[in-house]
Structures are given as C-alpha cells and as structure tokens.
C-alpha cells in the first residue's frame, strides 16, 4: 500500500519559515518525480514545485520561486519543502504528489499518481 505523509505544518507570522516533509513508503521513490501542490480556502488545489528521481531538476509556480525550495533525500523515501518569508497568501492545505511520469523531469502532473492527505499551512498577518 503507497502512502504519502506529510508534516511539518502549523501556525506561524508573516516572515517565518517552516520546513515540510513528505515521507512515502510503499513505492519505489526513485521510479518518482515529487511535487507539492497547494489549495487555499474556495480555490484549487495549484502546482507548488516539482524534483525530479535524483534531484538535479526542480521546477517552481514562478512566483514562489526564491522563497519556497524543494528538496529530497532518496535514502530516507523523503522530500522537502522549505518556505522562507512566508506570507497569509501562503496560506492554505500543503499535498505531496508521486508522479511517475516526472520522474525524469521533475514536471509533476496536475493527476499524479499518487497524494498524500496534506498538512495546514496558516501564516498569521
């Protein structure tokens, strides 16, 4: 049975930082490109940042890139999320995704294979 777990959320201010952590089992996560997505209150779930198998290719919502840094650690089946500078906008649910059409690429798609169950972000003004 695959199963995505994240963790590593909370409650925070404006400018703090916090650091996400996706650990899977039940696949072989080198076979996986990995992604976060994120979905605030009445929006959709949106495209966050993506790696691909051995982490030399990251892909980022433009806006985010700079603040938001995706990382992983194939020995612990494990990937990242740093967010620095957070702001209330950052706001919202934080999903991990396996996709093993990005695997080569780091492109997740918008239908990955697999979902964790997400982990709330709230960043207080």
């Known amino acids: 049975q695959v199963q995505l777990v994240e963790s590593g959320g909370g409650l925070v201010q404006t400018g703090d930082s916090l650091r996400l952590s996706c650990t899977t089992s039940?696949?072989?996560?080198?076979?996986?490109?990995m992604g976060w997505f994120r979905q605030a209150p009445g929006q959709e779930r949106d495209f966050v940042a993506g790696i691909n198998w051995s982490g030399d290719h990251s892909y980022y919502k433009h806006s985010l890139k700079g603040r938001f840094t995706i990382a992983r650690d194939n020995a612990k089946n494990t990937v990242y999320l740093q967010m620095n500078a957070l702001k209330p906008e950052d706001t919202a649910v934080y999903y991990c995704?396996?996709?093993?059409?990005?695997?080569?690429?780091?492109?997740?798609?918008?239908?990955?294979?697999?979902w964790g169950r997400g982990t709330q972000v709230t960043v207080s003004s």
């Open positions: 039940g696949l072989t996560f080198t076979r996986y490109g």
């Open positions: 995704a396996a996709d093993r059409g990005g695997a080569d690429s780091g492109s997740i798609a918008d239908d990955p294979n697999y």
